[in-house]
């Protein structure tokens, strides 16, 4: 059979929970989104959008103001874009002005470095913002490992090549995101010939954190791949156990697939 195409999205979901994996991508089940996906979803968007800006009013004395205003703007439009899918969130007015503010704070504290870097670099703040800019939301797709990847940001940093993602979580500890870090340097070193010279997560809430890109992620990464390509051969429900724990239903929210999963054996 051929092998379904993994990501890491999906060797996740697998290792919360087969059942999960299977309501997911194999019965391909409509779920409705919650709060933290639509909202990290919008901050993504004014990420990749931030970088469109046209800057070259800007200089080294006047620029963290300017984009401050730009960052704002952005998420305000954002946020008004994705009404009809946030009002289906069934949220408060309360709730809903909490994870407005706290999805602005993010961005602020994200440009706050993305300023304090702009400040080490060397030039106009034109060329400084041009040599800065990441390359966004690049798809790469493997034939030989059967499993593609989304990269929010590639980016060259003092000669040093990044591979980044955006994280709206609160947990900080870049250990959890190994396996999706090691895929994406796996992806990259099979379609550019070479690795990247670091991995790492920009925690929004916090400050970004890196990993060095060795044989050893690297294989963790391959090993996983193949496990879950192994696991996930069958179509039948029986093959994915349920694994119960705290995410099947918790303060703010529950399992999309919560409802079906408490009807089936
Ligand atoms: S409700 Fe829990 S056990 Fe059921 S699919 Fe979701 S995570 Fe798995």
Request: with cysteine.
């Given at each position: 059979?051929?092998?379904?195409?993994?990501?890491?999205?999906?060797?996740?979901?697998?290792?919360m929970c087969p059942r999960k994996?299977?309501?997911?991508?194999?019965?391909?089940?409509?779920?409705?989104?919650?709060?933290?996906?639509?909202?990290?979803?919008?901050?993504?968007?004014?990420?990749?959008?931030?970088?469109?800006?046209?800057?070259?009013?800007?200089?080294?004395?006047?620029?963290?103001?300017?984009?401050?205003?730009?960052?704002?703007?952005?998420?305000?439009?954002?946020?008004?874009?994705?009404?009809?899918?946030?009002?289906?969130?069934?949220?408060?007015?309360?709730?809903?002005?909490?994870?407005?503010?706290?999805?602005?704070?993010?961005?602020?504290?994200?440009?706050?470095?993305?300023?304090?870097?702009?400040?080490?670099?060397?030039?106009?703040?034109?060329?400084?913002?041009?040599?800065?800019?990441?390359?966004?939301?690049?798809?790469?797709?493997?034939?030989?490992?059967?499993?593609?990847?989304?990269?929010?940001?590639?980016?060259?940093?003092?000669?040093?090549?990044?591979?980044?993602?955006?994280?709206?979580?609160?947990?900080?500890?870049?250990?959890?995101?190994?396996?999706?870090?090691?895929?994406?340097?796996?992806?990259?070193?099979?379609?550019?010939?070479?690795?990247?010279?670091?991995?790492?997560?920009?925690?929004?809430?916090?400050?970004?954190?890196?990993?060095?890109?060795?044989?050893?992620?690297?294989?963790?990464?391959?090993?996983?791949?193949?496990?879950?390509?192994?696991?996930?051969?069958?179509?039948?429900?029986?093959?994915?156990?349920k694994k119960?724990?705290?995410?099947?239903?918790?303060?703010?929210?529950?399992?999309?697939?919560?409802?079906?999963?408490?009807?089936?054996?």
């Amino acid at each position: 059979m051929a092998k379904r195409i993994q990501s890491p999205s999906s060797m996740n979901t697998y290792k919360m929970c087969p059942r999960k994996y299977y309501y997911a991508y194999i019965k391909e089940l409509a779920s409705l989104p919650n709060i933290h996906q639509v909202r990290g979803s919008i901050a993504h968007t004014v990420l990749e959008k931030f970088f469109d800006q046209d800057v070259s009013g800007l200089t080294m004395e006047n620029f963290e103001g300017s984009l401050t205003v730009v960052i704002q703007n952005l998420l305000l439009k954002e946020w008004q874009d994705n009404e009809e899918q946030l009002a289906k969130l069934g949220l408060s007015d309360k709730q809903r002005k909490f994870y407005f503010e706290e999805t602005m704070l993010m961005l602020l504290n994200w440009l706050s470095d993305f300023c304090n870097l702009a400040r080490t670099q060397k030039g106009s703040f034109s060329e400084i913002f041009k040599k800065i800019t990441p390359i966004r939301e690049q798809l790469f797709l493997s034939e030989k490992l059967q499993a593609r990847g989304y990269v929010d940001a590639i980016e060259e940093i003092n000669n040093e090549l990044r591979i980044m993602d955006y994280k709206t979580s609160s947990s900080f500890d870049i250990d959890h995101h190994r396996l999706q870090l090691g895929v994406y340097c796996l992806l990259y070193q099979e379609k550019h010939g070479k690795l990247p010279d670091k991995a790492g997560i920009y925690f929004l809430k916090d400050k970004p954190k890196f990993m060095d890109v060795d044989k050893e992620l690297l294989e963790f990464a391959k090993k996983e791949i193949e496990l879950i390509h192994e696991k996930t051969e069958s179509d039948k429900i029986e093959d994915y156990p349920k694994k119960k724990s705290n995410l099947c239903k918790y303060s703010t929210g529950q399992c999309e697939f919560y409802d079906i999963c408490q009807k089936e054996e």
